[in-house]
């Protein structure tokens, strides 16, 4: 029985323009930390991730959904907590300041991910091996498919599992081999040329065979030159992200993307608002065979529906410390499943939580093994960081989803 | 100069049912009040409306962008708002936490109003005199118009602006006539038969022309047969909306909007998930000529852009205390006008400052007369509550935006 919910206002400064993007100059990466103790003294934690500014917003919120689980079994509460979330996400007043989106969708991610946490322990098992355990109908109780039901209704959903529990045993080789990391950290915006280069060389030289670098520059040939720069020192074989923030508006983005191409980019992420879908699709069409990665400002599970159903994003970037946490991170891995959309989290939780998850997309979905981002800036605060070794994380073992910090 | 800035969080128990929809069943409706009071000791007051829990986030939201107000000039601030918008709007943390929706937008739309009623009271004028009287490039540089730029450019947002002086004159008349009204509360979702056939009675009688039922009951019937009342009690030339305030998912929609055509609603409201751009336009296709209402709960100008290039929206509904307040109301208005779509405002102002929004948008836009919505509710603790004669809005003429509460 969950006994104590507590939620904590987390912040770390970075450092010498560690973080910087296009748009975040000077981010402050923070957690909402929510923390559920039971009766046996085993805590729950969950993450939410914020840039700093406001992350006591996002506590308040996360304060009011935990407090509703005080008193609850977990194993009850994730038996059939797809309605739990529903019930939480639609509560009447706070929808309101939604509906899910925004501060209270990001509190509702931390105590989401907080009750999976504690169910994983409680089990005394890794999340991954939690998720891949389950039966099919065990997973979609987690769900809240509410609003799906034009393209993914609860049969839907049991049906695609069970399709794929076919190749699962293969699959699970992923287990000891590990699943690949993708370098963020080579060229962040505020790093100057020589640092790239620098970072780019060691980066290969760790084992990474794909790497993220930051754009959408005012002056696009600060851009190209970067963009150059990288492809030049990381040569043909390294997979090469672009990384805009939604710094352009549509018709940058196009004449931009258009100039990037060059560099034979294996995504351009986020180049323009993530609200925006149809301008999305013109600039699918227009950068074509090119590919868009999307989903790091994707609030929730219809949205992401939107983007799949017009067809214009090659990468979901769905991260489960922006969404309503692993439940609502699974039902867009699903989602993105039927329709054949690989899925590449952001990692607001700096790979710690999505770890376990890309391997559960991977071995239970059958979603194909692409990169999971990896950055680095935050491992010493972790009490078990992510580990990553010649370019692959090695797989978690420690009970639970990985998120306890040292506090 | 404004030397203070303050924030309250005001909150109004409803009785017997009034207020309740199909989500909503017991909402408290509150204001994040903004004061900003300059040297001469006038205040701005901006609001922003919540449904009571979480009103207290939306506060510190707007604290936060209050705050940076302080020692400027009402006048200088409103000669460029919109880079002031911009600036606030895409602060690089608070960013994070939107961007531009949820509780962080709620937060600016408050203080943004605050701006606009603090500009109108400076020069002693009504707002929508102020707004009226302002150049088209006066009007613009209030407004953001950034990640529009495939759709209403600066100077495209001129052009139709100075388009419209023409007829400008004959349309001021309806300063004289008054805005119409339509009623809202004959239908709230908890009164029973009786209650909405006679409050269906007494606002015929009381001059209104449109009403609105709210529907969504998990029994389809309930809805029918409550539609059905409403036609019969109003007689044929009234005309009904039907509001199912989200309640129902895609297919769902589909199946009892064909049911509800018979009483031919002049339209249907916020049918499913205000996320679901592509849902709403398998809807529109599915049960034309019936139109479609929407825009209470869409928080930013890229959404609303959306649905107008998907074509799937017989009216917007913008409301000025949910978008980025007046500034944002007034760039959804042109985009709509672009489009050939009406604005028909929801009003958790209670119609105290769209009242004179939609007389702007007619006289200076060229949006033809649709009605406001009135909600009576709050009025006794407004300073200058709306007035509604024979169904019509009487022209407020005191200065500002008519949103000081008696606090």
């Known amino acids: 029985m969950i006994k104590h919910c507590s939620v904590i206002d987390k912040r770390f400064p970075l450092h010498d323009g560690a973080g910087s993007d296009a748009i975040h100059k000077n981010p402050v990466y923070s957690y909402t930390v929510t923390q559920l103790t039971d009766e046996n003294g085993l805590t729950g934690t969950g993450l939410a991730f914020t840039l700093g500014e406001g992350n006591d917003l996002v506590c308040r919120a996360a304060s009011f959904y935990a407090q509703q689980l005080k008193g609850k079994d977990i194993e009850e509460v994730m038996h059939d907590f797809g309605s739990l979330f529903r019930e939480l996400s639609n509560e009447q007043q706070f929808r309101w300041l939604g509906p899910h989106k925004g501060v209270v969708h990001l509190g509702l991610a931390s105590v989401t991910n907080a009750c999976f946490d504690l169910w994983a322990k409680r089990r005394g098992v890794p999340l991954w091996r939690l998720l891949t355990d389950l039966s099919p109908e065990a997973i979609v109780n987690t769900l809240d498919l509410s609003y799906l039901e034009d393209e993914l209704t609860r049969e839907d ?194 790979g710690q939580l999505h770890q376990h998850l890309v391997l559960f997309n991977h071995i239970s979905m059958g979603h194909r093994v692409v990169f999971l981002e990896h950055i680095p800036h935050l491992s010493s605060y972790f009490v078990h960081p992510a580990k990553i070794r010649d370019g692959v994380y090695l797989t978690p073992q420690e009970p639970g989803s990985s998120c306890d910090l040292k506090l």
């Not at 990391?181 to 100057?192: A, E, K, M, P, Q």
């Not at 040569?235 to 549509?250: F, P």
């Not at 149809?278 to 600039?283: R, T």
Request: with cysteine.
């Open 157 to 350: 959903a049991i049906a695609l599992l069970r399709l794929n529990k076919e190749g699962m045993s293969e699959r699970t080789r992923i287990i000891e081999k590990g699943y690949p990391g993708y370098d963020t950290s080579i060229g962040w915006f505020n790093y100057s040329d020589q640092q790239v280069q620098e970072n780019v060389k060691r980066a290969v030289a760790a084992g990474f065979s794909a790497l993220k670098l930051k754009v959408g520059s005012p002056d696009a040939e600060r851009d190209i030159r970067r963009a150059n720069l990288v492809r030049e020192a990381a040569g043909d074989a390294v997979k090469v992200m672009l990384d805009a923030n939604q710094q352009w508006n549509l018709p940058q983005a196009i004449a931009v993307c258009h100039k990037l191409q060059g560099i034979r980019p294996y995504w351009i992420e986020e180049p323009t608002h993530p609200d925006d879908i149809l301008g999305h699709k013109i600039l699918a069409n227009a950068i074509a065979p090119t590919k868009l990665a999307l989903g790091e400002h994707v609030p929730n599970r219809i949205i992401f529906k939107n983007y799949l159903q017009s067809n214009c994003v090659g990468f979901i970037q769905v991260d489960a410390v922006r969404v309503g946490g692993v439940s609502e991170f699974i039902t867009v891995s699903l989602l993105c499943r039927k329709f054949g959309i690989p899925v590449v989290p952001h990692v607001g939780d700096m």
